[in-house]
């Protein structure tokens, strides 16, 4: 034991001593759940990895696989560690795939965004785009993020290399604004409200479809509204922009959604925008990542591609940044 300012700490683990082969044979059977598919995932024969895990479970005192009918299942334990290891083996390969110059037409990368179904169909093309065009190699991996993911977001951006959320759910990370956008009502398209215009008491009155609903998940204008004192009659919730639509139309139900995600669909959903009877504010799209990749330059190069690929699908440049409101930014 060693004590830090009095307190005593436990001891260190000798890494010198770990096969950091083990890490990557960890992640496989936590992932797999079966000693036979990560094998054949790691291109190793069954006895090679059975081998590899029975010095984990030496290592962890815990059998981490236990077999329950015809499967595996995984301990406590191994519950615990299967986010660990993926983010640790996405460390070590950062750390030993680094180089002093990023190429990016010669990286065989693959990036990993954390975005809304709204920001996929704001930007995902266009980045997408740039992407096969400067780095043809790379894959673009869009992963959903969900209010799980936003609460633990600085573990989660040790293993994605962006999330993409506005202003006032995050700190102690780095951000770049990328864009302004505007909050909207939608109804149905025979809605009566849709021909004289929404007032705050049918906030108050209409069934409402909302998204990321809860505690600590909630949209900026659903914030927004509430402070101001209006409390909506929440009749259905999702955690999905795009599926708004289709529960708006032919109801008396309300939302809210982005006004360039409207302009994005189809003319004939069903569905109206509307201004809102109160002021929501604008919607700034922000991406987020870990300061440990500040001076990344392969993670540099994809921030300036995302920049670029927001100019080119709003027609804007990036919205100036406030450097007083929280975070690390980069302009």
């Given at each position: 034991?060693?004590?830090i300012?009095?307190?005593?700490?436990?001891?260190?683990?000798?890494?010198?001593s770990?096969?950091?082969?083990?890490?990557?044979?960890?992640?496989?059977?936590?992932?797999?759940?079966?000693?036979?598919?990560?094998?054949?995932?790691?291109?190793?024969?069954?006895?090679?990895?059975?081998?590899?895990?029975?010095?984990?479970?030496?290592?962890?005192?815990?059998?981490?696989?236990?077999?329950?009918?015809?499967?595996?299942?995984?301990?406590?334990?191994?519950?615990?560690?299967?986010?660990?290891?993926?983010?640790?083996?996405?460390?070590?390969?950062?750390?030993?795939?680094?180089?002093?110059?990023?190429?990016?037409?010669?990286?065989?990368?693959?990036?990993?965004?954390?975005?809304?179904?709204?920001?996929?169909?704001?930007?995902?093309?266009?980045?997408?785009?740039?992407?096969?065009?400067?780095?043809?190699?790379?894959?673009?991996?869009?992963?959903?993020?969900?209010?799980?993911?936003?609460?633990?977001?600085?573990?989660?951006?040790?293993?994605?290399?962006?999330?993409?959320?506005?202003?006032?759910?995050?700190?102690?990370?780095?951000?770049?604004?990328?864009?302004?956008?505007?909050?909207?009502?939608?109804?149905?398209?025979?809605?009566?409200?849709?021909?004289?215009?929404?007032?705050?008491?049918?906030?108050e009155?209409?069934?409402?479809?909302?998204?990321?609903?809860?505690?600590?998940a909630?949209?900026?204008?659903?914030?927004?509204?509430?402070?101001?004192?209006?409390?909506?009659?929440?009749?259905?919730?999702?955690?999905?922009?795009?599926?708004?639509?289709?529960?708006?139309?032919?109801?008396d139900?309300?939302?809210?959604?982005?006004?360039?995600?409207?302009?994005?669909?189809?003319?004939?959903?069903?569905?109206?925008a509307?201004?809102?009877?109160?002021?929501?504010?604008?919607?700034?799209?922000?991406?987020?990542?870990?300061?440990?990749?500040?001076?990344?330059?392969?993670?540099?190069?994809?921030?300036?591609?995302?920049?670029?690929a927001?100019?080119?699908?709003?027609?804007?440049?990036?919205?100036?940044?406030?450097?007083?409101?929280?975070?690390?930014?980069?302009?």
């Open positions: 034991m060693t004590a300012d009095g307190m005593d700490t436990v001891p260190l683990v000798n890494l010198a770990l096969d950091l082969n083990l890490l990557v044979s960890l992640d496989a059977l936590l992932q797999q759940r079966s000693v036979t598919r990560a094998a054949a995932q790691m291109g190793l024969s069954q006895p090679a990895l059975s081998a590899s895990l029975a010095r984990l479970r030496r290592h962890f005192d815990d059998e981490l696989l236990t077999r329950v009918g015809n499967e595996y299942r995984l301990t406590p334990l191994a519950v615990q560690l299967k986010e660990l290891a993926r983010i640790a083996l996405s460390g070590v390969e950062r750390v030993f795939s680094a180089q002093p110059e990023f190429d990016p037409a010669s990286s065989t990368r693959e990036f990993t965004l954390l975005v809304s179904d709204y920001l996929v169909a704001v930007l995902g093309d266009t980045v997408a785009g740039l992407l096969a065009e400067e780095a043809p190699n790379t894959r673009l991996r869009l992963s959903t993020h969900s209010p799980a993911v936003v609460d633990r977001a600085e573990q989660a951006l040790l293993s994605a290399d962006l999330l993409f959320l506005p202003p006032g759910f995050l700190t102690d990370l780095s951000r770049r604004d990328l864009y302004r956008d505007e909050w909207v009502c939608v109804v149905a398209a025979d809605n009566p409200v849709a021909d004289v215009g929404l007032t705050v008491q049918d906030l009155t209409l069934p409402w479809v909302a998204t990321y609903h809860g505690p600590t909630s949209t900026p204008a659903a914030r927004q509204m509430r402070m101001l004192g209006i409390e909506p009659h929440v009749q259905v919730v999702v955690e999905s922009f795009l599926t708004v639509p289709a529960l708006i139309a032919g109801s139900r309300i939302a809210l959604l982005q006004r360039r995600l409207v302009d994005l669909l189809p003319l004939n959903t069903g569905i109206r509307l201004p809102c009877p109160f002021d929501a504010g604008p919607l700034i799209e922000a991406m987020w990542w870990h300061p440990v990749f500040d001076d990344d330059p392969e993670h540099g190069y994809l921030r300036d591609l995302v920049a670029r927001a100019d080119l699908a709003v027609g804007e440049r990036s919205v100036a940044i406030d450097p007083t409101d929280g975070g690390q930014h980069e302009k």
